[in-house]
């Protein structure tokens, strides 16, 4: 590991960037906003990390899943259940329920391995179906009793707990925030080292990666298995922004969705999984406050992807700094020719 | 036809231990034959494989690296089996390739390149990697171009020198080079030829070269095989197997080919 010293001016520039990004998010914002948008954000965050699972299965591996609004609702449940029936320390509670959804996305990436491509994407959408259909029958740990921890009655029911020293929403902001950046951070190590590169040769040349040594099978599991770790702590970082949980906040359809945002955030930055999660629950946030109605995002998600594949396939996370270097070269040669327009007159 | 001669099988190279051997090798591809009985051995240095277009070159390859799974026959290298490896398992073992359309990784960087086959083939330590990699960059004639560099930026020339890099990395026994001239101009393709000749010597591996660029076989190659239609129809020295007139027909394509056509 290169020392900060050694580094070069581009990756100074991009350590200097997250640090003050950081420190806006969790230092700035919290005091600035009302309850209302600090919970978008904090949704946002929650989200970004769900897209980032995705983004890296995507743009790293070459891989679709359409199931990860089911791992993050496993993942939900697991931490609710958790957080309800027993007193384990919060991020314990995180690290559990990362591993349970890893184990699912294991074995659930053992045999669709064999298939790729749109199969896998189908397949990985049933299982998200399946998923849907058992917690509609269980529903999600409420304080109840039993295994399940549901109870249909509103007085025995008590919200999911909050960390100790996050109970507020500003503190449980800057909590998320703070998890968040941990996994941004697994992932970018992942890409820098070993399994990235094996990920690189895989996604450009599966003949090339095998002619170099590299075991893709373990490799492409061990891509699912990261996603589905990072979803799941992503899912018991939800219940309790939310409080309570229902299955209607996990509909099979969100998969896609969040297949559309990472698209158009872009799927070969990490950054794009940023813009992801803003796009998913930002963006709604916003139009309502605009009292603009929610179906439209549906027609803006549609016309971005289109717009993604045929002009800008990198995603945002990539047309953005180009679009602004491009209007910055504009306005200063706009404004160039002003003073010199007025002396011509 | 040339190959299976009473004195045992075709030999592509001197010296007294066979260290690759290539035994009655087959392939089939539903009615098709691409590779038919091929026994050759390789014994040291860099050798040659020729023949036209379709003759079983590059499925030869596939089957060494285990993309191809072949319907018989054996490859002993070195004393191991290498059809018994699990694919990813033969880059460990020592086996090493480039491909006919060069596969550099666009994203990785050039030292990246490199370093994904000295890692994920166990070629040395986590502490040798940086040296070993600078250094086979270096053996390739690119130690003047930026190792942080992603390879996507590059040209073809520096592109194939990033492949033939990944390909002699630390400790190298079997290099297969699957038409690296291809697409160069002369000059490269001179560089290019000198780099091959210095593999056996450095790296103490077995070079198997293809190529249609005549003039870059007889330059590497002390010995070369030819292949047509499946079927090895020349081994030996270079110089005798380029003069040989069944390979001078298969080549010209004239009524003995077109018969088996």
Known sequence: MASIATLDRATRVRIAVVAALLAVLVFVLPPLLSLYWIDVFTASAIYAVVALGLNLLMGRVGLVSLGQIAILALGAWVAARLYAGTSIPFPIVLLIAGLITTALGTIVGLPALRVSGLYLALITLMLAGAITVVLTATNFPNGGHGFLGHTESATGSTAIRRPALAESDPGYFRYTVVVAALMFLLALWHIRSKPGRAWAAIRQSEPAALAAGVNITLYKLWALALASFMTGVAGGLLGPSVGKLYTFQF????????????LMGGIYSLWGALVAGAFMKLLPAILDSLNLPADLLTILFGVGVLQVLLTAPAGLAAQLPKDLARLWGALTRAGRRAPAEERAH | ????????PPRAGRGAGALIEIEDLTVRFGGVTPL???????????????????????????????????????VIAFGDDLLAMAHFRRARWGLRRTFQTEQAIEELSVAANVALAHEHSRQGSRASRREDVLGALEFVGLGDV??????????????????VARAVVGKPRLVLLDEPAAGLPDEETDHLGRVIRRIPEHMGAIVILVDHDMSLVSACCEVTAVLDF????????TGDVLRDEQVVRAYLGTEEVEEAA
């Open chain 1, 251 to 262: 509909p099979t359809r969100d998969s896609i969705i969040l297949l559309a945002v990472v």
């Open chain 2, 1 to 8: 036809m040339g190959r299976a001669d009473a004195g045992g």
């Open chain 2, 36 to 74: 038919d009985g091929m026994t050759v051995r390789f014994e040291s240095g860099t050798c040659g494989l020729i023949g036209p277009n379709g003759a079983g070159k590059t499925t030869f390859f596939n089957v060494l690296s285990g993309f191809v799974a072949p319907a018989a026959g054996r």
């Open chain 2, 146 to 163: 930026d190792p942080d560099v992603k390879v996507g930026t590059l040209g073809a020339r520096e592109r194939r020198l990033v492949e």
């Open chain 2, 230 to 237: 499946g079927k090895l129809i020349a081994a030996g020295p």
